[in-house]
């Protein structure tokens, strides 16, 4: 209509909170403070994953779901729906503070619940952001940890802040500052990452991953067929395929990587033929 003005619709980007603590200490007040430094990025809506609350049961062992599909998992709980909640999402923030140098408890046994997308990753066009905070040490370990399960499930990782927080004590001035500035990067990084619509170029050990997980599930289709047929449904045993998604991806790494799932697929191919 004349005289009105076009105007653009913004909406707030889905942010998942997986939160592996058991309380709202530390950890919480952290992603708290996320929460606030990005709406001054973007518009962003929070929902919290209370890993302690959230009806998911422990991985049996039982090794259905990787060879068979995960819909074929004897345990009924609420996987599929927490699954579904991180496909809805624009960004999923992985929180945990340290327990005993690594993820909590409630963490580890949400990441075993979801074993199978180490198989069949699925989360590329999501970003995440790593938290871990600490009364001393062990952000480096779960930071890495977090980083390879989050990573080979698919999500770009985008920001990572490992914070500590004495316990009993207040903390230093400097120590205050140090943290606020990197839950402030950390923000700047995952509000960058979630506003850009192409995804970064993969680094060499992503694109090995790539090459030796496709060496080994085209030699699976009687074995594991549930990995098989995935794969082959996603194109990714394609020789045009390069990686998991359509990026650019360097030409050294693709040969290092090729090298790699030669050398993998004889070893497979020797392993079932029982030699």
């Keep these: 209509m004349c005289g009105q003005k076009n105007e653009r619709i913004v909406y707030d980007m889905k942010i998942l909170v997986i939160m592996g603590s058991p309380h709202k200490g530390n950890t919480f007040q952290a992603c708290e403070v996320l929460h606030k430094l990005l709406q001054e990025e973007i518009p962003v809506e929070f929902e919290y994953l209370w890993l302690k ?14 060879p068979r599909g995960e819909e074929k998992c004897p345990n009924r709980d609420d996987a599929p729906v927490i699954e579904q909640k991180m496909r809805e999402a624009d960004g999923v923030i ?13 963490m580890k046994s949400f990441v075993d619940r979801f074993c199978y997308i180490f198989h069949r990753p699925r ?16 952000n480096k370990e779960v930071l890495g940890y977090l980083d390879t399960v989050a ?15 004495m316990p009993g004590t207040t903390l230093p001035p400097y120590r205050v500052m140090k943290n606020r500035k990197l839950l402030e990067q950390a923000s700047k990084e995952f509000a960058a990452a979630l506003q850009r619509k192409t995804r970064k170029s993969p680094g060499l050990m992503k694109v090995i991953i790539f090459h030796a997980q496709r060496a080994a599930f085209s030699q699976m289709e009687n074995v594991s067929p549930g990995d098989y047929q995935y794969w082959k449904g996603k194109g990714w045993f394609s020789p045009e395929a390069r990686y998991y998604v359509d990026v650019p991806v360097n030409p050294l790494y693709g040969a290092i990587g090729s090298i790699v799932e030669w050398l993998q697929v004889r070893n497979i191919r020797k392993e079932l033929q029982g030699e």
């Design 53 to 66: 609350d959230a009806n998911l049961l422990p991985c049996k062992g039982c090794y259905v779901c990787i």
């Design 151 to 165: 990573g080979i499930w698919g999500f770009e990782i985008a920001g990572k802040a490992g914070l500590v927080n």
């Design 123 to 138: 989360f590329f066009d999501k970003k995440a952001l790593l938290l871990s905070t600490t009364g001393a040490v062990g």
């Design 94 to 106: 992985f929180a945990s503070p340290v327990y005993g140098m690594n993820v909590t408890g409630l």
